[in-house]
């Protein structure tokens, strides 16, 4: 999935890869992507993970993983991090959902559930900051149940702001047309429908 997503992004974009497996995505870029990595902890032009001798226990990522750093990289105060985020500044950002409905509503943040420890962070921000919003997640969740759902039965992260969902069997894109099959993996549009709730049309 994170390979397909970074193909995606845009050369020269500016972009903030969500806490979990968006991550992942900062080692899939091709050198000179131009692709300009943004971390709410403060820090533009962020690298792909660091590895053995490069990993610096002060250079992370906001999910704490040790990264690189590339030519020209900035760091930050954490309120001017958020002050990108929330100004437009950002191209796209690439988040983790529990839910995703079919009207672009996001729900990541908490599942609703009393003993759930809700986990907000910047998504908010990034959901409605950014100029695109893409999800990165598994379609059915452990126990089967679709996160490509009619509408979001968990907290709200953002309503209407989900342009694009990269699963493991397929990659949506959302819009006023509805919800269109960009591509799938492994499986057919057909063997998808049957399983999901939610109307699908063939890109």
């Keep these: 999935m994170a390979a397909v997503v970074a193909r995606d992004i845009p ?60 030519p020209g990289s900035s760091y930050f105060h954490h309120a001017d991090s958020f002050a990108m985020m929330r100004g437009g500044h950002l191209d796209v950002c690439v988040l983790g959902a529990f839910q995703v409905s079919a009207g672009g509503d996001l729900a990541n943040w908490h599942t609703g559930a009393p003993d759930a420890i809700p986990a907000v962070g910047g998504a908010m921000d990034l959901a409605i900051g950014a100029k695109q919003v893409f999800v990165m997640m598994t379609l059915f969740a452990k126990d089967g149940s679709p996160k490509l759902v009619p509408e979001c039965t968990y907290p709200l992260t953002g309503m209407g702001c989900v342009d694009r ?13 509805g919800v269109r099959v960009l591509e799938t993996f492994g499986t057919t549009v057909d063997d998808i429908s049957a399983r999901l709730d939610v109307p699908l049309r063939r890109a």
């Design 165 to 177: 969902v990269y699963t493991d069997l397929a990659t949506f894109a959302l819009g006023a047309d």
């Design 11 to 70: 050369r020269g974009a500016y972009v903030n890869l969500g806490i979990g497996q968006p991550t992942l995505i900062a080692d899939h870029f091709e050198p000179g992507s131009g692709v300009v990595l943004h971390t709410e902890n403060g820090m533009l032009n962020m690298g792909r993970a660091a590895q053995g001798p490069e990993i610096d226990p002060d250079l992370t990522n906001a999910g704490k993983v040790p990264v690189t750093e590339l």
